[in-house]
């Protein structure tokens, strides 16, 4: 069973737009969330996390919500740029790390 | 510091074939894991360890074999290849367990025929 999904498999937005990235999980002992981007041919490199005692955590461009009671948490990235064009997973552990299937953005010049 | 490795980049195996994928990390990691990234499915947890001597099972551990014998090295053993087992396989690590910020290697190219 996916424990953490990522509903949507692709994204495509303006450059200088918001990108909107969701996830939901369904394991309420999760405990930490993390979002990861991956380039083609290359590993997954971190992003920003979130602890579960948190609503909210801010990076720069990038801002992870999480709202608990629905069991879901989202990545905002303001504004985007080209060069966010990537896959997106997002990660979510308890006892071991477990992973979405990913959302490519693609971000428009 | 190289941070993760992992060779080799690109294998092809026949079915029944036996292989050890090599994973190795130079910044004193304690936990290492590794995963399989299929097509639609993301990445999934095979196997991980939370320090030398210590190794559990992930989410697909079937088929694969793990060791940890130092800290810097974590090989994955595929003991009789088939098909199914065709994936790209990462390597990572972290110091901060499994809630910790995971580092991972370049990934292999596993394909069986």
């Known amino acids: 069973d996916q424990q953490v999904k990522q509903n949507s498999p692709s994204l495509s937005v303006q450059e200088g737009r918001i990108s909107i990235l969701n996830c939901d999980y369904t394991n309420s002992m999760f405990d930490y969330f993390l979002w990861y981007k991956k380039y083609p041919a290359e590993g997954p490199t971190f992003l920003i996390s979130i602890s579960s005692i948190k609503d909210k955590n801010e990076d720069g461009r990038f801002t992870v919500f999480l709202n608990k009671s629905a069991k879901h948490l989202s990545l905002h990235i303001v504004p985007s740029q080209p060069g966010d064009s990537a896959v997106y997973f997002c990660?979510?552990?308890?006892?071991?790390?477990?992973f979405g299937a990913g959302t490519r953005l693609t971000v428009k010049p | 510091n190289a941070g993760v490795t992992q060779t080799p980049k690109f294998q092809v195996l026949k079915t029944g074939q036996s292989m050890t994928l090599q994973c190795a990390q130079d910044m004193n990691h304690e936990y290492m894991s590794w995963y399989r990234q299929d097509p639609g499915m993301g990445l999934r947890l095979i196997h991980y360890?939370?320090?030398?001597?210590?190794?559990d099972q992930g989410e697909v551990p079937n088929g694969y074999n793990v060791s940890r014998s130092t800290t810097e090295d974590f090989p994955l053993r595929l003991l009789s290849a088939a098909p199914s087992q065709t994936s790209v396989y990462f390597c990572a690590s972290s110091s901060g367990g499994s809630s910790g910020e995971q580092f991972f290697g370049p990934g292999t190219r596993l394909t069986v025929l």
């Open positions: 990660a979510a552990s308890e006892r071991d790390m477990r």
């Open positions: 360890s939370v320090g030398a001597g210590i190794t």
